[in-house]
């Protein structure tokens, strides 16, 4: 079956330019997610949503990143006036959702899209 | 303030051998421990997952060990194989469903054939 994807894999950005970046989700699944990962560092939680609704948002470091799920399925993460420290890969994951007691809620994720701010 | 340490960024053993990559925490609220998988390229996989309540966790030939005194888990690969070169990230969350898992910065493993 699909994983999950994301798009454009590569973004070069003008510094002050807004760019969106795409996730779509396995099919089915419930909770989304999206990280910032430097260069060097690991990933670095930014907001989760449960179906529509935006649950956290407690990681965007910034209000110039907004990050919507419309419709429970397909997320879209924008960033305002980008700016050179925002240079990083993005990355999306989603999971079922559905509380385990016993083992855990496997984050899936996708191959990220990495931006470049000029 | 980095929550989750590996302080080896690179490791390089030898095909068939062990392969022991070690993890550090700061926050004793840390319940569930994930270590993740990512080849170049690719999104990180998830591997294994250790709960506060053991101490080992055992899947194949991955084993996770967690000594919560210490704050410290590791990863053994027994034996290792070429296959399992990649970055290995540890990381740590409040409970198995928390989103805001907390992750390292990662170790490159090289295994050499």
């Known amino acids: 079956g699909a994983g999950v994807s994301q798009s454009p894999r590569y973004k070069v950005a003008k510094r002050g330019q807004d760019v969106a970046l795409r996730c779509d989700p396995i099919s089915g699944h419930v909770s989304l997610f999206w990280y910032q990962q430097a260069l060097g560092q690991g990933p670095e939680f930014l907001t989760y949503f449960q179906n529509e609704a935006q649950l956290d948002k407690s990681g965007l470091p910034s209000d110039r990143f907004f990050a919507e799920r419309p419709e429970g399925s397909v997320s879209t993460l924008k960033i305002q006036r980008t700016q050179q420290e925002d240079s990083a890969v993005y990355l999306c994951?989603?999971?079922?959702?559905?509380?385990?007691?016993?083992?855990?809620?496997?984050?899936?994720f996708g191959p990220g899209t990495r931006l470049t701010v000029l | 303030d980095q929550q989750v340490k590996q302080n080896s960024p690179s490791l390089s053993v030898q095909e068939g051998r062990i392969s022991i990559l070690n993890c550090d925490y700061t926050?004793?609220?840390?319940?569930?421990f994930l270590w993740y998988k990512k080849y170049p390229a690719e999104g990180p996989t998830f591997l294994i997952s250790?709960?506060?309540?053991?101490d080992k966790n055992e899947d194949g030939r991955f084993t996770v060990f967690l000594n919560k005194s210490a704050k410290h888990l590791s990863l053994h690969i027994v034996p290792s194989q070429p296959g399992d070169s990649a970055v290995y990230f540890c990381?740590?969350?409040?409970?198995?469903?928390?989103?805001?898992?907390?992750f390292g910065p990662g170790t490159r493993l090289s295994v050499l054939p």
């Open positions: 926050n004793s609220m840390f319940d569930y």
């Open positions: 994951a989603s999971s079922l959702g559905a509380r385990r007691k016993t083992s855990y809620n496997e984050q899936f």
């Open positions: 990381a740590a969350g409040l409970d198995n469903y928390g989103q805001n898992f907390v």
């Open positions: 250790i709960s506060s309540i053991k």
